[in-house]
């Protein structure tokens, strides 16, 4: 162990953060990042194996993609993605009550040992299953997960970097789901941009009319920590009933269920064989 205390300079605007000589490097499978407002899904493979430490330009430090890791990810957002009603509150996914989020890794042979060819995304509310939104981009298929094909599409369409690509694709984040990841569980503000990559139009000086560029209804001078810490400091989230299992198996309809069906959604299908597995 070393401590990451050499050349240290404090943030600016986080008194819990900084930076040193050195950064830390590892695979990273954004199984939900969201709020009330807008929700992603987002692997990052790295071309290292495991954790590794970097130090100077490799940590990123004269340009983003100079390191190891895909920093920007191949991310579902279902707004950023085009249906700007399928996720919020009263919405498809009703974001003000509570919903069950699964994630399913299917393997190009249907087998637990495959290579990773798609991440699935599926909603439970209300006893019914809903199914994850589709593409509504021009250029893009309707795509409704994450696949190679998806990521091609989405980077050519909103002109981004295609260093998901080049740093691994779906093939690297497999195999590090394959050597085991550490599950983390947090709630956090973003002292660096506001989380408005999440939830507003980002960057903020760009067209928010150009594909890609809008992934939330939140105002661009929205998210500042100072202003959440101060304003919501009890906010808290309840993550509960967390399974892993095979292909459907985690989660089931409620045939006792009232609740009429939101549109776009359909009854939840029976346990099927092992494809890989699925939070």
Known sequence: ???????????????????????????????????SV?????????????LTRCSGTACGTEGRYDTVCDPDGCDFNSFRMGDKSFYGAGMTVDTTRKFTVVTQFLTDDGSAS???????????????????????????????SITGDFCDAQKSAFGDTTSFQSKGGLSGMGAALK???????????????????LDSDYPTDADASKPGIARGTCATTSGSPSDIENNSPNASVVYSNIRFGDLDSTYSDNPSATTSVPSGTTPAPGATQTQFGQW
């Not at 060819?117 to 250029?139: A, F, H, L, P, W």
């Open 1 to 35: 162990m070393q401590a990451n205390s050499e050349g240290w300079q404090p943030s600016p605007n986080d008194v819990n953060a900084g930076t040193g000589n050195y950064g830390a490097c590892c695979n990273e499978m954004d199984i939900w990042e969201a709020n």
């Open 179 to 197: 050597r085991g990841m550490v599950l983390v569980l947090s709630i956090w503000d973003d002292h660096t941009v506001n989380m408005l990559w």
């Open 38 to 50: 807008s929700a992603a899904y987002t692997p990052h493979p790295c071309q290292s194996t495991g």
């Open 114 to 144: 495959g290579n990773l060819k798609e991440i699935r995304r599926i909603y439970v509310q209300d006893g019914k299953v809903i199914q994850n939104s589709k593409v509504n981009i021009s250029g893009m298929d309707a795509y409704d």
